[in-house]
Every structure is written in structure tokens, then in C-alpha cells.
């Protein structure tokens, strides 16, 4: 965790802001605002990133994904006073801002408003766009939260308006902080109340050490995209089937790509798929570039909710799967298995993925695997061998042939 100290914030004492280094696909952020007394007044902690849909010159539309801010200012975060309520204000890049709005009610704050404002005007960002200058959305949100309760959604909030939709998790804030001290009393989003609720399946019977977990059917194939500034960047196509040993229990559990949200990020020598939904907070394939000529899986990265309400955790930044060249998209109709950790495997059906150079949105010519290469494997190996027994027949026929006509010439 960076820290840095900033200028006091009129009406609000010093900001301290602590930049949480997280996921390239997301700006991870966490703040203490105090008052003049140096005492916490609000504590935030959230991960955000933008996905706006905006009309291009030539009259299509094309969306982008702002998700790497860069360097923020806090400009207008206050505590608040008696006329108005608590703030968290924050600017970047060229002409981009985010607030968010509390306001107190008796027992209760309110997340009242948040309001997103982008600039058209930047040419990286929006090189095409038809309509030039700051557009702003705002959304009243109204989660209402007992005073003295922290605020928690780590599940993925979205709010979508006007062509713009706001991604948010890992979310963690109280205004109106009491006494300087954040609360450990946490009130959570429907959710998370949803997942942590869950009570757990109790056997009648006590289990054996390991358990095997019974056949799942085949997950169904989904569909899943980056875009950035220049258009799409990453493509993928992929049934996901999750294998998991939590507390020696092993369960199977199929991705159902109509109940999950995808996000990510594309850079030159790597790109990022998030996959998320009610009970997984992040599940990431990191692709990276080898040999300045091929691309493979490097990392994967989950975090999931159990049925019992325990978080389910694991990374791997060292895989070595998919490899294809540059240019091209990697294939495996079969199923494959991307083994991350001894308790955490992932099977891919029909998968299709390539997170470099997209040409128009569409995949490039493919390079099958290893599984699918087999099939040809078979044929070419009985023609092989039948090719070879071909020639055995021929040589004994010309080697007989051969000793019969020797056999007349000794007369």
C-alpha cells in the first residue's frame, strides 16, 4: 500500500490517501478523510471502472473502457457541516471526475447520488467521437446505512445510464464516522447478505477425508469481450467448469455466462479478463506476450463465495497454457484442463481466445491444440503405417523376383 499525505481539503482537515496496487483492470482506491481535529471523519475503500458507448464521426457506435485513471486529485472530498453533507470528489485524466454524495437521516446515512462526468474532448480516449465536450450521468442510488455500521458490497455493482455503465466491488465506506474510529460492525449489500446467508448443507453422515464430486453437466459457452480506446482487444469464447477443494469437500461448478460480468484491460505486453458475478468477486485470466512473437495463459486470479459463506482464494502467476502466435487465436474444442493450484482446476469447453491484435472485432485465423491435433494424429499414423507394409510387399516381391531370374541363369 503507497500512501501520500495531501494538502488540508477546506473544511475537511488533511486527506490521506492510500493507493491499494490491485487489478490492472480496475482503479483500486482507499481513503481516510479527517477533520480539522485529525480525527477520521469518512473511510472509503473501492474499485471501480467506467464502460461508455458513444457515436463515432462515420456514424457507428463504439465503446470504450476506462479503467486505468492514472494519477487522481481530490478537489471538493469534505467531511461536510451543517449544511451539507459528506463528499468524495475525484478527478482524472483530461476532463474526467466521479462523486459521490451521503446525506444523514436520524439513525441513518444515506449513499445518496453518484455522478460520473467524461470529456469527449480527449482524442486517446475518444478519438472519433462525433459530439465533442463533457457529458455527466448521475444515479440516486439511496443505500440507506445504519450510522455507526460500516458499508460493505463486495459483490460487482452496476448502475447503467445513457450509454455509460459503472462497475463497482470490493466496496467499503462509512461516512459519518463516529469518535474517529471506523466501525467493525459491517451492514451489507443484498448481495453479499445473500451470499453469507446461505446456511451450509449438513450431512447426515461424517464425510470421508476427500470426497469426489459427482459428473456436472457440460457448462454452457459464453461470450466475452475488451474494449479499449481503439475498439475490441481481447475475444474470447469458452465454456468454464471450476473444480475446487475447500476443507477436503471437492465440488464441480459450472459458469453460467448469462449471470456473469466481464471487464478487463489490454496493454501492449499483457491483457486482462474478469469474469464476475453474485458469487464469484473476480475470476482473471492474465495473457502475456513470449518472445515478442507469441502469446500465452500466464496468471490466473479467483476469489469466490462458498455456500457456506467462506472466501475461496487462489492465484497463479506462473502457468504457461493457450500458447499461439502473435496474430492469430488459440482453439481447443476439446475439453482442456488448466490446472492452477492442487485445489483449484479450471476445464474449458470450445474454447477460442485471443487477447492480441483484434482486427475489426472478429478472431483471426486460428491455431488449433494439442487435444484437437490428435485427431488427425490417428489417420496419419494408419496411413503411415499401411504406407509402410505397402513397401515391405513390394521389397519381398522384388527381392524374390529378383532370385527367381538368378535361378534360371544358373542353367
Same mark, same amino acid.
Request: aromatic residues 10%; contains cysteine; charged residues 15%.
Given at each position: 500500500m503507497v500512501c501520500f499525505r495531501l494538502a488540508p481539503v477546506p473544511g475537511s482537515g488533511l486527506l490521506l490517501l492510500c493507493l491499494v496496487l490491485g487489478a490492472v483492470s480496475s482503479y483500486a482506491l482507499e481513503l481516510n478523510l479527517t477533520d480539522s481535529e485529525n480525527a477520521t471523519c469518512l473511510y472509503a475503500k473501492w474499485?471501480? $471502472?467506467?464502460?461508455?458507448?458513444?457515436?463515432? %464521426?462515420?456514424?457507428?457506435? *463504439?465503446? /470504450?473502457?476506462? +479503467?486505468? &485513471?492514472?494519477?487522481?486529485?481530490? @478537489?471538493?472530498? @469534505?467531511?461536510g457541516d451543517d449544511q451539507n453533507g459528506p463528499k468524495i470528489a475525484v478527478q482524472f485524466g483530461s476532463g474526467f471526475s466521479w462523486t459521490v454524495n451521503f446525506t444523514e437521516e436520524k439513525s441513518f446515512y444515506s449513499i445518496d447520488s453518484i455522478s460520473f462526468s467524461y470529456n469527449t474532448n480527449d482524442?486517446?480516449?475518444?478519438?472519433?467521437? *462525433?459530439? *465533442?465536450?463533457v457529458f455527466t450521468v448521475s444515479d440516486h442510488v439511496?443505500?440507506?446505512v445504519p450510522l455507526n455500521d !460500516?458499508?460493505?458490497c463486495n459483490s460487482l455493482l452496476t448502475l447503467g445510464k445513457n450509454d455509460v455503465v459503472q462497475?463497482?466491488?470490493?466496496?467499503?465506506?462509512?461516512?459519518?464516522?463516529?469518535?474517529?474510529? /471506523? +466501525? %467493525?460492525?459491517?451492514? &451489507?449489500?443484498d448481495k453479499d447478505k445473500t451470499l453469507t446467508t446461505v446456511l451450509p448443507i449438513v450431512p447426515t453422515t461424517v464425510p470421508s477425508p476427500t470426497t469426489t464430486p459427482s459428473p456436472k453437466e457440460k457448462p454452457e459457452v459464453g461470450s466475452y469481450s475488451v474494449v479499449n480506446s481503439n475498439g475490441t482487444c481481447?475475444?474470447?469464447?469458452?465454456? &468454464?467448469?471450476?473444480?475446487? %477443494?475447500?476443507? *477436503?469437500?471437492? +465440488?464441480? !461448478? $459450472? !459458469?453460467?455466462?448469462?449471470?456473469?460480468?466481464? %471487464?478487463g484491460s489490454c496493454h501492449p505486453q499483457t491483457a486482462l479478463l474478469r469474469l464476475s458475478s453474485s458469487s464469484i468477486k473476480y475470476l482473471d485470466f492474465v495473457f502475456a506476450v513470449k518472445n515478442e512473437n507469441r502469446f500465452y495463459l500466464k496468471e490466473v486470479n479467483v476469489s469466490m463465495y462458498l455456500v457456506n459463506g467462506s472466501v475461496f482464494s487462489i492465484a497463479n502467476n506462473n502457468l504457461s497454457y493457450w500458447d499461439a502466435p502473435l496474430g492469430s487465436s488459440y482453439m481447443c474444442n476439446k475439453e482442456q484442463t488448466v490446472s492452477v493450484s492442487g485445489a483449484f482446476q479450471i476445464n474449458t469447453f470450445d474454447l477460442r481466445v485471443q487477447p492480441f491484435n483484434v482486427m475489426e472485432g472478429k478472431y483471426s485465423t486460428a491455431q488449433d491444440c494439442s487435444a484437437d491435433d490428435d485427431n488427425f494424429l490417428v489417420p496419419i499414423a494408419v496411413g503411415a503405417a499401411l504406407a509402410g507394409v505397402l513397401i515391405l510387399v513390394l521389397l519381398a516381391y522384388f527381392i524374390g523376383l529378383k532370385r527367381h531370374h538368378a535361378g534360371y541363369e544358373q542353367f
Amino acid at each position: 500500500m503507497v500512501c501520500f499525505r495531501l494538502a488540508p481539503v477546506p473544511g475537511s482537515g488533511l486527506l490521506l490517501l492510500c493507493l491499494v496496487l490491485g487489478a490492472v483492470s480496475s482503479y483500486a482506491l482507499e481513503l481516510n478523510l479527517t477533520d480539522s481535529e485529525n480525527a477520521t471523519c469518512l473511510y472509503a475503500k473501492w474499485q471501480m $471502472n467506467f464502460t461508455i458507448r458513444y457515436e463515432t %464521426t462515420d456514424k457507428h457506435n *463504439k465503446t /470504450v473502457t476506462i +479503467s486505468d &485513471l492514472g494519477p487522481a486529485t481530490y @478537489s471538493g472530498s @469534505s467531511c461536510g457541516d451543517d449544511q451539507n453533507g459528506p463528499k468524495i470528489a475525484v478527478q482524472f485524466g483530461s476532463g474526467f471526475s466521479w462523486t459521490v454524495n451521503f446525506t444523514e437521516e436520524k439513525s441513518f446515512y444515506s449513499i445518496d447520488s453518484i455522478s460520473f462526468s467524461y470529456n469527449t474532448n480527449d482524442n486517446t480516449t475518444f478519438p472519433d467521437a *462525433k459530439e *465533442k465536450g463533457v457529458f455527466t450521468v448521475s444515479d440516486h442510488v439511496a443505500f440507506r446505512v445504519p450510522l455507526n455500521d !460500516i458499508f460493505r458490497c463486495n459483490s460487482l455493482l452496476t448502475l447503467g445510464k445513457n450509454d455509460v455503465v459503472q462497475h463497482y466491488w470490493d466496496v467499503h465506506v462509512q461516512a459519518f464516522v463516529q469518535n474517529g474510529t /471506523v +466501525s %467493525t460492525k459491517e451492514f &451489507l449489500c443484498d448481495k453479499d447478505k445473500t451470499l453469507t446467508t446461505v446456511l451450509p448443507i449438513v450431512p447426515t453422515t461424517v464425510p470421508s477425508p476427500t470426497t469426489t464430486p459427482s459428473p456436472k453437466e457440460k457448462p454452457e459457452v459464453g461470450s466475452y469481450s475488451v474494449v479499449n480506446s481503439n475498439g475490441t482487444c481481447l475475444l474470447a469464447t469458452m465454456g &468454464l467448469q471450476l473444480n475446487i %477443494t475447500h476443507d *477436503k469437500v471437492a +465440488s464441480v !461448478i $459450472n !459458469i453460467n455466462p448469462n449471470t456473469t460480468n466481464f %471487464t478487463g484491460s489490454c496493454h501492449p505486453q499483457t491483457a486482462l479478463l474478469r469474469l464476475s458475478s453474485s458469487s464469484i468477486k473476480y475470476l482473471d485470466f492474465v495473457f502475456a506476450v513470449k518472445n515478442e512473437n507469441r502469446f500465452y495463459l500466464k496468471e490466473v486470479n479467483v476469489s469466490m463465495y462458498l455456500v457456506n459463506g467462506s472466501v475461496f482464494s487462489i492465484a497463479n502467476n506462473n502457468l504457461s497454457y493457450w500458447d499461439a502466435p502473435l496474430g492469430s487465436s488459440y482453439m481447443c474444442n476439446k475439453e482442456q484442463t488448466v490446472s492452477v493450484s492442487g485445489a483449484f482446476q479450471i476445464n474449458t469447453f470450445d474454447l477460442r481466445v485471443q487477447p492480441f491484435n483484434v482486427m475489426e472485432g472478429k478472431y483471426s485465423t486460428a491455431q488449433d491444440c494439442s487435444a484437437d491435433d490428435d485427431n488427425f494424429l490417428v489417420p496419419i499414423a494408419v496411413g503411415a503405417a499401411l504406407a509402410g507394409v505397402l513397401i515391405l510387399v513390394l521389397l519381398a516381391y522384388f527381392i524374390g523376383l529378383k532370385r527367381h531370374h538368378a535361378g534360371y541363369e544358373q542353367f
